[in-house]
Every structure is written in structure tokens, then in C-alpha cells.
């Protein structure tokens, strides 16, 4: 008979004593060699962020047989070979000219007939025209001949034939998204009407719009199968906008992308431009020339003399003042300087003023309406600022002086220092697109140097943290 009786309950309390010691060990002896992680093991290596430039951008135009002709002078303004990439659609092939070869490469757009179109009065083109987005994405998966580095492409921009895109300064306002995430950036028509019988939310098409190439892959992919929901829709960009509306993406908007749905005079949208830069400008065969004395594309040729030295401050407005004179001055850099009697406050002079008609001849009450905060333009020159139109620009490395002429004498009551004046030199400093003022913009200051007579100097400056853009008491 054994002298120790080993019962269950005996073997169960010995094993947990063992198994409270082994762990007591392993937690106060550690391996000497831990095993690595999977994180350790490999170390993913993330490159450089690197600044979206116009080489990145795809400009997809929309064009067709009858128009290209005359619009050609509106894509050399803006595309520089070996420079811009973009693409011309047309609806069937054309003769080339022999100097040619300053214009994007042309691509003959798909057959649509397969796609009902039912609106009403409209144009079956706009089926054609909304397949570009497909069709730009192909041409660059298949490295379409006249495009350089398209495996870098990050953006695909839409336009029409007389758009007039301002590519430097879309690439810096493009800068702030992340092309690899979905982005769908326009703006929407200047005309309330225009927007209510659309869309408040699309991006309308000859202003321009721009999408990020994660979202362009598969909205190339689905646009065919909303191509055929949408055959009561009136244009390209309404039927674009359906199907990314399907796919669950919201506009974006960006003040600078312009469609310009007016008529007649464009002054006071140009001489009043939001903060934002200028991305894009359409229908300069409708509006009268921007500049006095010049046809309507001599007009855009001559903004470009500014535009080209320093892009993004094109329109940009500064407003100061000469207490001494009860002066106050806007300039709308590139285009126009306005000079005014008595203190004009700056919430007056950034309102629009309406010198331009409504976008449908037969104006109706929402016909009348727009997009933005306007005022009065009076037809009695009298009671309307002297205004001196942009002249030309001295251009420096990292300045400007550009000139501005008095548009023509008036035989009105003007205190002396309005009436001497013939000319006005502004100094500028180049906008750097690494500044915060791409970022966050802030209206410059600006200062009348004294003394003057026949021409007025004035220098634009940053303003100072706590400084207010308004006259001396």
C-alpha cells in the first residue's frame, strides 16, 4: 500500500502552482531576442510630396468641325507645346494648316448615335461632348502621341474651344487637393437662372471644371451606363454632373473658374475678381472687348502681357487712399486702376458693379439675378470713377511696374488731383506660389506716394497684422 493517496483535486493544485511559477519566469526573464514585427520587418518608404505644376494637368477641349477654326486663336493664348498637355475633340477630322503644330493634338470623338437624346429643342453634340471625360482617360492609358509624361498625370481639366484657361495658376489652386482622393472643383454660372434651371451644384462646362485622376478612372468607367439615364438633360456638363451626383460626389467650388453667362460689358466682374486667382475666362466672342480701342482677341493678348510675368496676381483688386485729396484708388492689377472722388468705402468697391446685361436677351425677374453682390453702374460718366486702363509692364525678376493710360478726358467737375492726371505706375512684388496668400488669401494694401501731378505712383504692399484698409481720419 503507497503512503502517499494522490486524489484529482491534489493534481489540479499542483499544476497551477507550476504554471504560476513558469509564468512568474517568462515575465521577469524577457527572450534576450524578441521576434520582430511585421512592421519592423519592413519599412515602407513614402516619397516626397511634390508641388503640382502644369505638366500635371490634362486639358481635355471640346471643339468641333465648324468651330476649331475660329478658336484656335484662343488655345494658343494659353497651351504651350512641350509644356501644356491637352487634347482637342472634334466630331470629324479637319484639314490641318501648316502652322499648326503651336496647337494640342486632335482626337476625332466616338460615335454616340447609340445614346437617346430627348431634351427638347438641344443638341445631340452634348452627348459626344460629355464622352470626352472618357475619352481623355483613354488617350492617356493608351499614351495618346503629343502628350508628355502622362503616367504624371493627376488632373483632368474640361473646357470648351473659347474657354481660356490661366494654366499656372489652376496647377497652384489644384496644389491644395489630393489628386489621389476623389475631387470634382468648378463653379457654378454668374446667372441665378441659369443655375436654377440646371443645377446649383454642377460646374458648368465652358467656365471649366477639374477632376482628380482617382475619381476621372472610374467615372470613365460608369459614364456610359449614365449616359443612357440621362437623355432629357440639356447639355455635357449636366449629364457629367448626373453621373458623378450617382457616384456620390459634390462640387467643389473654386471662384476663379469663370463661365461668364453676360452679356455686353465685362468690367465690373473683372475689376471687382474675388481673392481667389484667375483659373479661366469663356465666351469672348459674345462679350464686347475687355480693353477700349482693341478687337475682342487683342483684348485677351494684351491681359496676357501681364498674366504671362506674374499669373497670380492678374485682377487681383487693392484699394487705397489719399486723405490729403479726398482720393480713393482701386486697382484691379492688369487690367484697370479707378480713381475716385471723396473716401469710397472698401465694402462698396469689392461689390460688382453692373456694367454688363443679363445672359437671356429677353430678361425676366430671375434673369436679372446673379451670383454675387453688385451695385449700380452709372451711365452718366460723371458720376463714375476716371478710369485708366492697364498700358503695359516693365517686367523684373521679381517685381513689376505696370503702366496705366487714362481712358479718354471727360468735361466733368474734378478736384485737381483727378483732373491732372494722366497716367498711374504701380510697383508690385511677384506673387511666390509657396506664399500663405495661396493658402489663405488676404487682400494687399497699397500706397499713393506723394507727391504727384501728371502721374500717380502707387506700391503694393502686404499689410501689416492689425492694419485696416480704409481712409485716414
Known sequence: MSIFRIVPSNIKDICLIISSFSIFYLLSHPLTSPIPSTTSLITVVQPPPTTTTVRHLLFSIASSSKSYTNRKPYLRLWYKPNVTNALVFLDRPVTASADDSDLPPVIISDDTSRFPYTFPKGLRSAIRVARIVKEAVESVTESVTGLNGVDEIRWYVFGDDDTVFFTENLARVLNKYDCDKWWYIGSRSESYDQNMQHSFNMAFGGGGFAVSRSLARVLARVLDSCLMRYPHVYGSDSRVYSCLAELGVELTTEPGFHQVDVRGDLFGILAAHPLSPLLSLHHFDIIDPIFPGLTKLESVKHLFKAVNHDPPRILQQAVCYDSSKSITVSVSWGYVVQVFEGNQLLPTLIRVQKTFTSWRRRE?????????????????????????????????????????????????????????????????????????????????????????????????RRCETDELIAMDP
Do not use: W
Open 364 to 460: 425676366t425677374f430671375f434673369s436679372k439675378l446673379h451670383m454675387f453682390d453688385m451695385r449700380d453702374y452709372s451711365k452718366d460718366p460723371c458720376k463714375s470713377p476716371d478710369l485708366f486702363f492697364f498700358e503695359g509692364i516693365a517686367p523684373e525678376e521679381k517685381m513689376s511696374h505696370t503702366f496705366y493710360n487714362r481712358k479718354k478726358s471727360m468735361n466733368c467737375s474734378r478736384s485737381d488731383g483727378i483732373r491732372n492726371l494722366i497716367g498711374i505706375k504701380v510697383f508690385s512684388r511677384k506673387i511666390d506660389a509657396d506664399t500663405q496668400q495661396m493658402s489663405s488669401p488676404r487682400r494687399e494694401c497699397c500706397k499713393i506716394l506723394q507727391p504727384y501731378n501728371e502721374t500717380m505712383v502707387i506700391a503694393l
